[in-house]
């Protein structure tokens, strides 16, 4: 079980860059998933990107080309670079780990992950 600490969330104008970390305490497996997903006030958790510890990357459409997310292993640490930020972009960010997601199908599904970071607080305004 590892523990995850999110960061760098704030307060920009539409766009704007910010880009968000997230720390990992306790030892992940040697292969896993970890990923970004955000929930905005009133809506559903939704999957923003993910990466394997293999480096694959994967991306919500309504991010791709904005968004870059990246990690550094020998640091224990998960970033998600965001550019062009819109209002819509508002909405609390959480990182997410998975020792195994069975398909790519379900890469961006809340319940393919079984730790979750406190929540970091993205706002965009226009």
């Known amino acids: 079980q590892v523990q995850l600490v999110d960061s760098g969330g704030d307060s920009v104008q539409s766009g704007g860059s910010l880009k968000l970390s997230c720390t990992v305490v306790?030892?992940?497996?040697?292969?896993?998933?970890m990923a970004w997903f955000r929930q905005a006030a009133g809506k559903k958790r939704e999957g923003v990107a993910a990466i394997y510890s293999g480096g694959q990357t994967i991306y919500a459409h309504s991010v791709q080309g904005r968004f870059t997310i990246s990690q550094d292993n020998d640091k224990n640490m998960l970033f998600l670079q965001m550019s062009t930020l819109k209002p819509e972009d508002t909405a609390m960010y959480y990182c997410a780990y998975s020792r195994r997601v069975p398909s790519w199908s379900v890469v961006l599904d809340p319940s393919s992950y079984n730790d979750w970071g406190q929540g970091t607080q993205v706002t965009v305004s226009s």
């Open positions: 306790g030892t992940r497996t040697s292969t896993f998933w």
